[in-house]
């Protein structure tokens, strides 16, 4: 197994461990209330963090949604951090998947959607976590606007990728999982926008909910990389190296070495998807 299977699993393993860190750090400085709490006020007499009675006053202001859990420091800053790191390692996950499909197969336009999808997402992240939103709200919005359709784009793209791709059993059954996790997805956002919008409280709490399920789905999914990132090796970053130009690996190499040169003929009608 490549040691470039860390990359995929780092990825879930800090981010979902940073953003728990994050909303432990807002609540133990009461800046939101507890996921369980159901109980919201229209109005509340004193300001959460002041308030020091066991039974908390909450208002819609303190629902624990990802990014009102990383609004005000010291946790605004660690948000921002782990926002900016993740996306850099989703930049790179696209990027050496997309060398990784050519090296191995060949480059289509799902690959080539897959990592400019990837790379938006990207860009959206930094945005999320580096514009707090209750003191840039507007480019806050922007960014989730971009990071998020872009991420269910991205899971997607990937699922239909992989069972193009798929040739053993084993990597229909990683496309099984990526599409059950696609849809899991798609239904935590949709819920989650849904409810986001609505006057209920409880909805509101909902939404937040299903905000988290929706990150950490997303995050898992690109720990699932892991599978092909186990056969990565040097010959990838080759690939990069030439400008995502195919070209013949050490294996290839010494296949011809020891059988000499074998020419395929391959019709210049085929249509790559």
Not at 155 to 176: D, F, I, M, P
Request: proline fraction near 4%; charged fraction near 10%.
């Amino acid at each position: 197994m490549s040691i470039w299977v860390i990359i995929p699993i780092s990825l879930p393993v800090l981010t979902i461990t940073g953003i728990w860190v994050v909303y432990a750090m807002a609540l133990y400085n009461q800046h939101v209330c507890p996921v369980d709490n159901w109980l919201y006020n229209q109005s509340c007499e004193e300001k959460l963090s002041l308030q020091r009675s066991p039974e908390l006053c909450c208002t819609l202001d303190n629902v624990p949604l990802i990014s009102k859990c990383g609004t005000l420091p010291p946790e605004s800053c660690f948000f921002s951090l782990i926002c900016s790191t993740g996306s850099f390692m989703v930049i790179l996950i696209g990027l050496l998947r997309y060398a990784h499909v050519i090296e191995k197969h060949q480059n289509c336009v799902l690959n080539t959607a897959g990592l400019s999808t990837g790379w938006i997402c990207a860009a959206g992240l930094i945005m999320v976590g580096n514009f707090q939103v209750d003191y840039a709200k507007v480019l806050h919005y922007v960014g989730a606007g971009v990071a998020f359709p872009t991420s269910i784009l991205f899971v997607c793209l990937q699922s239909a990728l992989t069972y193009r791709l798929a040739k053993t059993q084993r990597e229909y059954n990683v496309g099984h999982l990526r599409l059950g996790m696609s849809l899991l997805a798609f239904i935590t956002l949709v819920f989650s926008g849904v409810f986001f919008v609505q006057e209920s409280f409880a909805l509101q709490h909902a939404s937040a909910i299903f905000e988290w399920l929706f990150c950490i789905i997303i995050m898992l999914f690109f720990g699932t990389f892991a599978f092909e990132f186990g056969d990565m090796s040097g010959d990838t970053l080759m690939v990069l190296a030439r400008g995502g130009v195919q070209g013949f690996s050490s294996s290839d190499h010494k296949a011809e070495e020891a059988g000499g040169p074998n020419h395929h003929y391959q019709p210049d009608g085929i249509a790559m998807l």
